[in-house]
């Protein structure tokens, strides 16, 4: 194969599985010649639907067999007994063999995140690893972690969280990232005990370029670059502002339909509803890293469409390009030595 970067698919995971995940990963074939793609899935399944792909996308890309499904009612702590056939677990294990340099799963995010750290270890001065999302703002987006591997946190898993996160956003963005730690007040002595400690944490790290509390609707106002906050919160934070994004789209729809303004002005109004629905279409912010790990995982939404899984194998190849898991342990190592 004559690809610089290349990304292990695990073809099975997700409501979608095949169905999703193999259209996705040719479509990005076609667009990206340096890449090359591991499919992980029924070999028998798939071989069909790839025989119709041009030469030079099939070239970039190898099937890999396995049959066997983690499914999400597959609890995470069995699945290094019972999982080690999946292909989840088998995409994963590219990684750690130094095949693939990045893997993406729409599976089970318990069981990816217990294959991620048993197979590809947490990076030395890394508590836990955390799930980050990006999140669309009025003037820009920014990184929210964690949303969901770890529902209890202490203060020093926080400002880890900070650390990997800021890495990830100035990877990406070129420019010194701003912190935030999300609070129920800006106030000093509001929040828990974690959480005023934690702040105490970043605000006397020079390794960190700190911006103080955070309330949740400055969150979509661009406070700052990178959010901070445990699992649980984050969790809740996601799935409610989706449902947010959801009924405002029904509703401004509807009034639209509706108003004897808008039926005048037609395509006009048609067009704003368009470009509306395109800044906060939750396919574009698909793909949440999995921040901590000796290696870039990229959990997908299970229920992504074809586009919403190729911008998770783009955050994969974007993880590739920055050498994000190397830079997060170069900045960690340079933060232990300091103290």
Request: charged share 15%; proline share 3%; hydrophobic share 45%.
């Amino acid at each position: 194969m004559a690809a610089n970067n290349s990304i292990a698919i695990d073809a099975m995971g997700g409501d979608g599985g095949i169905k999703v995940t193999l259209p996705a990963s040719l479509q990005v074939l076609k667009q990206k010649p340096d890449l090359s793609i591991f499919l992980v899935g029924d070999e028998g399944r798939m071989r069909p639907l790839v025989s119709a792909a041009p030469v030079r996308v099939r070239d970039r890309l190898t099937l890999v067999h396995s049959d066997a499904v983690i499914g999400d009612a597959d609890r995470p702590e069995n699945v290094l007994r019972s999982g080690k056939q999946s292909s989840m677990y088998l995409a994963v294990e590219l990684v750690k063999t130094g095949t693939a340099q990045a893997m993406v799963s729409a599976g089970n995010t318990g069981a990816l995140l217990m294959i991620g750290r048993h197979l590809l270890k947490t990076i030395e001065g890394i508590q836990k690893p955390a799930i980050v999302t990006s999140i669309p703002g009025a003037s820009r987006q920014s990184l929210l972690l964690d949303v969901g591997a770890n529902p209890d946190c202490n203060a020093l898993q926080l400002f880890e969280f900070a650390v990997m996160g800021s890495v990830l956003a100035e990877s990406l963005a070129g420019d010194k990232a701003t912190v935030g730690l999300l609070n129920i007040g800006s106030e000093q002595y509001k929040g828990t005990t974690e959480v005023r400690a934690a702040a105490t944490l970043m605000e006397n790290s020079e390794a960190l370029h700190y911006a103080g509390f955070i309330e949740a609707n400055a969150l979509f106002e661009g406070a700052a670059d990178v959010v901070v906050c445990d699992g649980f919160v984050g969790n809740v934070m996601i799935k409610a502002s989706a449902g947010v994004a959801n009924v405002v789209k029904s509703l401004l729809a509807e009034q639209l339909s509706k108003s004897w303004l808008a039926w005048l002005s037609g395509s006009f109004s048609s067009s704003i509803l368009t470009r509306l629905s395109e800044q906060i279409n939750p396919h574009r912010f698909n793909g949440a890293s999995l921040l901590g790990l000796q290696g870039s995982i990229i959990k997908s939404h299970g229920n992504a469409t074809i586009e919403g899984f190729t911008y998770a194998i783009a955050q994969a190849e974007a993880e590739i390009e920055n050498a994000v898991p190397q830079l997060i342990a170069k900045k960690v190592a340079a933060i232990m030595a300091a103290h």
